[in-house]
Structures are given as C-alpha cells and as structure tokens.
C-alpha cells in the first residue's frame, strides 16, 4: 500500500480510494479539482502498486495499513473519505473503525452486502483467468479493457498492477469486497453520500443504497439510472466532482 499526496498542507484533509485492478491514477482529474483548497492523500492499494510487487492480505489489514500511515503523516482527522467499489467497501471499515473523525463519507458503488451464494467463487477464478492472459498481452483482453473496463490512457497502468498481481491477492481482494458488509450499528457522526448506478453488477449497490438509507437516514443516496459502476467517477469525472463538491461545502 502506498499513499500518494497532493494539495495544500494544513488543508483539510481528503483520501480517496480506488477498486478492484483499477490504478490510483483514475483520481488525477478529481485531485486537480481539489488540490487548491484540501490536502490531498490517494491510496494505491496493496497488490496495486505499480513500483513493485505487494500482496493483498485482507480487509482489516488493509485497513489497519492504511490508518497507520495517515497517522504517520499527522493525519487526525479526514474531512472527506471517499471510495470507488472496492474502495468504497475500505472506506466503510474505516469509518466503521472510528479511529479517525470523518466528516464526510462518499461511496460509490460499494458492495456492502454479500455477493449471491457461489458467485464470489466464480469472480476469483474470472480474475485470476484475466490477469493471466493481461500478463501474456491477449489481445481480446486488451481490447475488452478499451471498451468495457477504464478509458484506454489507463492501460498501461492497469498491465503493470496485473504483472505484479498473484492469485493469493487476487482471491484475497474478492473475499475482501465480499466481507465487507454494511454495518448498522455505527453510531454515526458523518455525512454520508452513496452513489451508484442501474446497470450490471449494480444491483448490488442499489440493494446498498436501501440499507444504508435505512440504517442512516440522513444519508443521502443518488441514481445515476443507465449508469454502470462507478460510471461518473471515471468516464465523467467532472460530474462527479460537482456532486461532491457540493455534498462537502
């Protein structure tokens, strides 16, 4: 796990976290929009750094890894948390932990509910399957992540996580997304923002969505209808700014 730091220094303090196989650098346009008035820390998750290799343990260890460091950069207190998918699902455990205040908690498209029996199985062994053939070049992989994964200026970020990923991370990452499931029990200090979309696996943030405004209700949920996941964070990264600019403020 490693923390890269933007922004203004005494700034308050802002972390974003991406997902699965997804490079820390999906942040940049957001980081150009905050940097003027926060202090800024974007974490590449373990597994996902692309300096060298590191594994992805688990949950609470990621988690713990990621608090300590804050901390050893005098990090007290996060004015605005905010996490994509699997890092949607990191940014949960670490508001759960209460460790560090969190005025604001931004998730979007968020697994917090267990997957369909069976299916976590199933998406360990696609992933493993497509980091082997992203290692050898395939070109139906490459052409798949062009069209139905990240913007192709990410590809050679994402070909350098996958030549370092194992398949320990790589089952370790999907029991983590699987595990993490909404606490209701939290007693809630934060704003919190969930967002998702309508298409694909997005059923399962919809389903979020429910509990969470349930459990919270001053959360406040939006739709974004005909969206697949995380949609707006990183095909129209200006929307979503002007979403959570104005959620902060």
Same mark, same amino acid.
């Given at each position: 796990?490693?923390?890269?730091?933007?922004?203004?220094?005494?700034?308050?303090?802002?972390?974003?976290?991406?997902?699965?196989?997804?490079?820390?650098?999906?942040?940049?346009?957001?980081?150009?929009?905050?940097?003027?008035?926060?202090?800024?820390?974007?974490?590449?998750?373990?597994?996902?750094?692309?300096?060298?290799?590191s594994?992805?343990?688990?949950?609470?260890?990621?988690?713990?890894?990621?608090?300590?460091?804050?901390?050893?950069h005098?990090?007290?207190?996060?004015?605005?948390?905010?996490?994509?998918?699997?890092?949607?699902?990191i940014?949960?455990?670490?508001?759960?932990?209460?460790?560090?205040?969190? !005025?604001? @908690?931004? #998730?979007d &498209?968020?697994?917090?509910?267990?997957?369909?029996?069976?299916?976590? =199985?199933?998406?360990? +062994?696609?992933?493993?399957?497509?980091?082997?053939?992203?290692?050898?070049?395939?070109?139906?992989?490459?052409?798949?992540?062009?069209?139905?994964?990240?913007?192709?200026?990410?590809?050679?970020?994402?070909?350098?996580?996958?030549?370092?990923?194992?398949?320990?991370?790589?089952?370790?990452?999907?029991?983590?997304?699987?595990?993490?499931?909404?606490?209701?029990?939290?007693?809630?200090?934060? !704003?919190? @923002?969930? #967002?998702? &979309?309508?298409?694909?696996?997005?059923?399962?943030?919809?389903?979020? =969505?429910?509990?969470? +405004?349930?459990?919270?209700?001053?959360?406040?949920?939006?739709?974004?209808?005909?969206?697949?996941?995380?949609?707006?964070?990183?095909?129209?990264?200006?929307?979503?700014?002007e979403?959570?600019?104005?959620?902060?403020?």
């Amino acid at each position: 796990m490693r923390l890269h730091e933007f922004g203004k220094e005494n700034a308050p303090v802002m972390v974003l976290i991406h997902g699965v196989l997804t490079p820390w650098q999906i942040w940049k346009p957001q980081v150009r929009a905050f940097e003027k008035d926060y202090h800024i820390f974007v974490v590449a998750l373990s597994a996902h750094t692309e300096e060298s290799a590191s594994e992805f343990v688990s949950l609470e260890a990621e988690v713990t890894e990621i608090i300590r460091e804050l901390r050893a950069h005098d990090v007290s207190e996060i004015y605005a948390l905010c996490g994509i998918s699997l890092g949607g699902v990191i940014a949960h455990e670490i508001w759960k932990n209460a460790s560090l205040p969190i !005025k604001h @908690l931004v #998730l979007d &498209g968020a697994p917090l509910v267990p997957f369909p029996f069976g299916s976590g =199985g199933f998406m360990t +062994k696609n992933y493993i399957n497509l980091i082997h053939r992203s290692k050898k070049r395939d070109p139906k992989v490459i052409a798949s992540f062009k069209k139905n994964f990240l913007p192709e200026k990410y590809l050679d970020s994402y070909l350098k996580i996958a030549d370092f990923m194992t398949d320990t991370s790589m089952a370790n990452i999907v029991k983590a997304a699987d595990t993490g499931n909404l606490c209701t029990t939290v007693d809630n200090k934060s !704003k919190i @923002l969930f #967002l998702h &979309g309508t298409k694909g696996n997005e059923i399962l943030s919809k389903n979020v =969505g429910k509990l969470i +405004k349930k459990a919270y209700p001053e959360t406040e949920v939006i739709c974004f209808k005909g969206d697949i996941h995380c949609y707006k964070a990183i095909y129209e990264p200006e929307k979503w700014v002007e979403i959570v600019k104005q959620f902060i403020s």
